[in-house]
């Protein structure tokens, strides 16, 4: 094999491989429903200021479209019910529609899906028979213009598509929609697009309070829920319905259409008997969903597969018809100012300001781990603080500073401190089901030194390396490997470096 083959073989590699290292993605919805809203242009900055990437709006109005050129937001534009009607009609209604509402503002407006129709299978009128024509006509409209390889097109679907959602594994569609289906997944198997859906454990919490538990549906839970056929073990609601989507897809054979989510997310405020809807169960969900997505944790079913979310909404939207909580779902006001606050990134302090009960102690108190509480609920808590957690629960190891006294509240102590300031020291983050508790006494000890916000205790407690074997006081995995990419980019490196010195 000649060296330059050599070269560039190693260097396509080391380009397919982070090509695959991009991770999930995290948008917003920008919904428009609702008055005194601020204009497209102010509403653009707002995203821009939360390092927001990925957008959804309902449909192609021009001014939206011409705020977001420029910005590098990938845009995911809508065609609503209404227009299903011509769209699957006359391929020139697509034709004309693709001509005057995105060439003239592409690729200035980074537009990088389109999504046709929106829940149909719920709407009071019968259009699904609609959707897979007009999907096609929009398609051959952007294959038409070259198109068709940088913007994808598919439809959005309510979870009210399945027929069965639990326990994931029998996730299964309804059948009364097999003629609608049917030929919409082949579409999507053919074009490489992904099945969307919008998914909310607020409502699986709110109708079924006696069979979920707020924790669960809050991404909070330290106990897990089996799937019987299958023994995954399940820590919240939202990885069982995104499962529950993915055995659907593989019963009908179907296993390659990625799933993408378009709607998640948590009312502020809702209706007297909806008492879950608050300001503080809202920024829960949110911050946990984040932080659960860009760790590329994956589902049971997936662990590590790449899943893309987009949160509803940006703006509460006074217009919505139903209950209280249909106009609360946003992140902020009209007037700009945050409902609570949440930070995209996943790694930052979160505060409340709208005067709730969650606390940002900034690192003048500590949470550890109640000496009433059960050992089996303990233990629950533990392994979850350093599996699920992403809690460095090495220096609680044998021969490590934390490991004595070596009893489970001790080992219990450091590992939920260590999530408490990780996660912006606040009340939730303490919760622990009830078995965690705060104190204002630092609870370090010897060479054992607790972490506070902002400091990185954990690297002056273990002078260890990692291993593969380091396990919780309940055998757990502790923390997890790096990235396994990354031993392939370095053997990648390594191989171009030979061959560069070779030459």
């Known amino acids: 094999m000649s060296l330059g083959f050599r070269l560039i073989f190693a260097t396509s590699l080391l380009l397919v491989i982070l090509g695959a290292c991009n991770g999930s993605k995290v948008g917003i919805c920008y919904g428009r429903n609702a008055d005194d809203l601020p204009t497209p242009d102010k509403a653009v900055d707002l995203i821009k200021n939360q390092n927001i990437n990925y957008v959804r709006i309902y449909d192609s109005n021009i001014q939206v479209l011409k705020a977001f050129a420029n910005t590098?937001?990938?845009?995911?534009?809508?065609?609503?019910?209404?227009?299903?009607?011509?769209?699957?009609?006359?391929?020139?209604?697509?034709?004309?529609?693709?001509?005057?509402?995105?060439?003239?503002?592409?690729?200035?407006?980074?537009?990088?899906?389109?999504?046709?129709?929106?829940?149909?299978?719920?709407?009071?009128?019968?259009?699904?028979?609609?959707?897979?024509?007009?999907?096609?006509?929009?398609?051959?409209?952007?294959?038409?213009a070259g198109l068709h390889r940088r913007i994808k097109v598919s439809t959005t679907h309510s979870l009210g598509v399945l027929s069965r959602s639990y326990p994931p594994s029998a996730g299964s569609f309804n059948s009364k929609h097999a003629g609608f289906l049917k030929p919409l997944l082949d579409f999507l198997a053919e074009n490489q697009s992904p099945?969307?859906?919008?998914?909310?454990?607020?409502?699986?919490?709110?109708?079924?309070?006696?069979?979920?538990?707020?924790?669960?549906?809050?991404?909070?839970?330290?106990?897990?829920?089996?799937?019987?056929?299958?023994?995954?073990?399940?820590?919240?609601?939202?990885?069982?319905?995104?499962?529950?989507?993915?055995?659907?897809?593989?019963?009908?054979?179907?296993?390659?259409?990625?799933?993408?989510?378009?709607?998640?997310?948590?009312?502020?405020?809702?209706?007297?008997?909806?008492?879950?809807?608050?300001?503080?169960?809202?920024q829960t969900y949110n911050t946990n969903l984040i932080r659960h997505v860009i760790n590329n944790t994956g589902t049971p079913a997936r662990p590590g597969e790449e899943l893309d979310v987009y949160i509803f909404s940006l703006f509460n939207e006074n217009r919505k018809p139903g209950l209280d909580s249909?106009?609360?779902?946003?992140?902020?006001?009209?007037?700009?100012t945050s409902v609570y606050n949440v930070d995209f990134s996943g790694k930052g302090t979160v505060d409340v300001n709208n005067g709730g009960n969650l606390t940002n102690v900034n690192g003048t108190s500590w949470c550890i781990a109640s000496s009433n509480a059960s050992e089996d609920d303990l233990r629950n808590g533990l392994d979850w603080a350093c599996g699920s957690?992403?809690?460095?629960?090495?220096?609680?190891?044998?021969?490590?500073?934390?490991?004595?006294?070596?009893?489970?509240?001790?080992?219990?102590?450091?590992?939920?401190?260590?999530?408490?300031?990780?996660?912006?020291a606040t009340d939730i983050a303490c919760s622990?089901?009830?078995t965690g508790v705060k104190t204002n006494k630092n609870p370090s000890y010897d060479n054992c030194l607790y972490m506070t916000a902002g400091s990185n205790i954990t690297a002056a407690n273990n002078n260890v390396t990692t291993s593969a074997n380091v396990t919780s006081s309940s055998?757990?995995?502790?923390?997890?490997?790096?990235?396994?990419?990354?031993?392939?980019?370095?053997?990648?490196?390594?191989?171009?470096?030979?061959?560069?010195?070779d030459v």
């Open 326 to 336: 249909e106009r609360n779902w946003g992140l902020y006001y009209p007037d700009q």
């Open 72 to 144: 590098g937001i990938e845009l995911m534009v809508g065609i609503p019910n209404s227009d299903l009607l011509p769209f699957s009609q006359f391929q020139s209604n697509a034709d004309t529609w693709l001509k005057n509402s995105i060439i003239p503002y592409y690729p200035a407006t980074k537009i990088t899906y389109i999504t046709v129709g929106a829940e149909v299978t719920e709407a009071p009128d019968n259009v699904s028979s609609m959707v897979v024509p007009a999907m096609t006509n929009v398609y051959n409209a952007l294959r038409k």
């Open 389 to 424: 957690g992403n809690v460095d629960c090495s220096p609680i190891q044998p021969s490590q500073p934390c490991f004595e006294p070596d009893s489970l509240v001790s080992h219990a102590s450091y590992a939920f401190n260590s999530y408490y300031q990780q996660n912006g």
């Open 195 to 282: 099945f969307l859906v919008n998914v909310y454990p607020y409502y699986a919490y709110r109708d079924s309070t006696n069979n979920v538990s707020l924790d669960y549906a809050l991404f909070e839970s330290s106990s897990e829920v089996i799937d019987p056929n299958t023994g995954l073990l399940y820590m919240n609601m939202f990885d069982a319905q995104i499962d529950s989507i993915y055995f659907a897809l593989a019963g009908l054979n179907y296993k390659t259409i990625k799933v993408k989510v378009t709607e998640t997310g948590w009312p502020s405020k809702g209706s007297p008997k909806e008492t879950a809807a608050t300001p503080e169960n809202a």
């Open 432 to 434: 622990f089901g009830g």
């Open 475 to 501: 055998g757990r995995r502790a923390f997890s490997l790096p990235n396994p990419y990354y031993f392939l980019i370095m053997i990648v490196f390594m191989s171009i470096q030979s061959l560069l010195t």
